[in-house]
């Protein structure tokens, strides 16, 4: 059974940093793309950040790019995302989500989500 | 960026009725276009994929038509568990997603 869990979100000022992670089960992450996704209350998703089923192609959205880098480790099986210079816009659950087979930006798996809340 | 526009934004029927969903793309995304469904207090559950694709598992009840810029996810007979918010999102740029629609019981 595919599983994926976040970790690490919290509460952290302007300015601060926080790092994501995304334990997969059921699956192996290297031989899927892999994304980051993230809602603000109330709001629409967004995507926010995808690296490759290679690792050699990584994409992020406008509004995070230069402040955003997302990796994994292989032999945890861990999608992660490293979050800097982190504004009030920024506070949304994140969803690590897995792509379907084949076609890269369709989530068919979703984690439960991690709450980022960015505040003084 | 291509922005989508779902109308309505609130939908409200009764079970056993049939539900009429649109998502309209500001430019062309061809067929690369998805439906989600998203639950209070969940994530967004995949629902069809490339404007007609249902997804594992997803009942024959849900259908997705279109292309270009006019697409419709239509459920074909409510059920209680069908109530819920509906975003459509694009890959053919950048991934975008809609506002969302509410399918609330009348």
């Known amino acids: 059974e595919v599983q994926l869990l976040e970790s690490g979100g919290g509460l952290v000022q302007p300015g601060g940093s926080l790092r994501l992670s995304c334990a997969a089960s059921?699956?192996?992450?290297?031989?899927?793309?892999m994304s980051w996704v993230r809602q603000a209350p109330g709001k629409g998703p967004e995507w926010v950040s995808r690296?490759?089923?290679?690792?050699?192609?990584?994409n992020y959205a406008d509004s995070v790019k230069g402040r955003f880098t997302i990796s994994r480790d292989n032999s945890k099986n861990t999608l992660y995302v490293q979050m800097n210079s982190l504004r009030a816009e920024d506070t949304a659950v994140y969803y690590c989500?897995?792509?379907?087979?084949?076609?890269?930006?369709?989530?068919?798996?979703w984690g439960q989500g991690s709450l980022v809340t960015v505040s003084s | 960026e291509i922005v989508l526009t779902q109308s309505p934004a609130t939908l409200s029927l009764s079970p056993g009725e049939r539900a009429t969903l649109s998502c309209r793309a500001s430019?062309?995304?061809?067929?690369?276009l998805a439906w989600y469904q998203q639950k209070p207090g969940q994530a967004p559950r995949l629902l069809i994929y490339?404007?007609?694709n249902r997804a594992t598992g997803i009942p024959a009840r849900f259908s997705g038509s279109g292309s270009g810029t006019d697409f419709t996810l239509t459920i074909s007979s409510l059920e209680p568990e069908d109530f819920a918010v509906y975003y459509c999102?694009?890959?053919?740029?950048?991934?975008?997603f809609g506002q969302g629609t509410n399918l609330e019981i009348k």
């Open positions: 989500v897995k792509d379907l087979d084949g076609y890269s930006y369709v989530g068919d798996f």
């Open positions: 999102q694009q890959r053919s740029n950048w991934p975008t």
């Open positions: 490339d404007a007609s």
């Open positions: 690296i490759s089923r290679s690792g050699g192609s990584k």
């Open positions: 430019q062309s995304v061809s067929s690369y």
């Open positions: 059921g699956f192996t992450v290297s031989n899927y793309g």
